[in-house]
C-alpha cells in the first residue's frame, strides 16, 4: 500500500459491513414467487365474496313458450275449423318441433353434470293451457304474426346456432301465417 493512502486510512475507522443474508439470484426468485403467490391468493379471495349479479333468464325461453302456445291453439282450432284441419294439424306440428328445438338449446347452454344430472337452474319447460273457447284462425293468424317477428328481432341480436334456428323459425311462422292461413 502506498504510504500516502495508508495515512489516510490510519484516521479513518472502517465500519463493519452491516449484518444480513446475501442476496442471490435463488433468493430474488423466491421473493418474486411469494409475491406472485400472495397477489393470486387475495384476488381469489376476493373473488369469491363479491356478490355475482342474477343470469338473466334464457332469451329463447319466452320463444319457445310462444311455440308451445300456438302448438296447442292450432290443435285446439281443429275443432271450430274442421275445413282447416290438414294446415292447422300441420301449424301444430312445427310449432311443436319449434318448441323441442328450442327447448333443445336452452338445455345444451345450460349443460349437464359428470353424472348426467341437469343444474338446478334449469327451468321446466312451460305448459300451455288449451283456449277456451279454440281460438279463431284470424286469432291464430295474428299470433303467428307476432312470433315471426318476435324470432325475426331476436334472431338479429344473437349469432351462431341460435341466430340460425330463430331465423329459421320466423321464416316458418310466416308460410304458416301467409299460406297456411291464408
Known sequence: M????????????????????????????????????????????????REHAPELPDPLLAQEESART???SAQAAIATNPDKAGALQTIATQRGAHADALRAEIDRAIGTYGDGTVPS????????????????????????????????????????????????ISAACATQAGVLLA
Do not use: I, N, W
Not at 14 to 34: H, K, S, T
Not at 154 to 160: D, E, F, I, R, V
Open 70 to 72: 300456438d302448438a296447442v
Open 121 to 168: 337452474k334449469r327451468v321446466a319447460p312451460p305448459t300451455p293451457t288449451v283456449p277456451v273457447p279454440p281460438p279463431s284462425v284470424t286469432q291464430l293468424r295474428a299470433s303467428l304474426s307476432q312470433a315471426q317477428r318476435s324470432a325475426g328481432e331476436l334472431a338479429t341480436q344473437l349469432s351462431g346456432y341460435r341466430a340460425g334456428l330463430l331465423g329459421s
Open 2 to 49: 502506498p504510504s500516502s493512502l495508508s495515512g489516510r486510512m490510519a484516521g479513518v475507522t472502517q465500519l463493519p459491513e452491516p449484518p444480513g443474508f446475501p442476496v442471490d439470484r435463488r433468493a430474488v426468485l423466491r421473493l418474486a414467487g411469494g409475491g406472485v403467490l400472495a397477489v393470486a391468493a387475495v384476488g381469489a379471495l376476493s373473488a369469491c365474496t
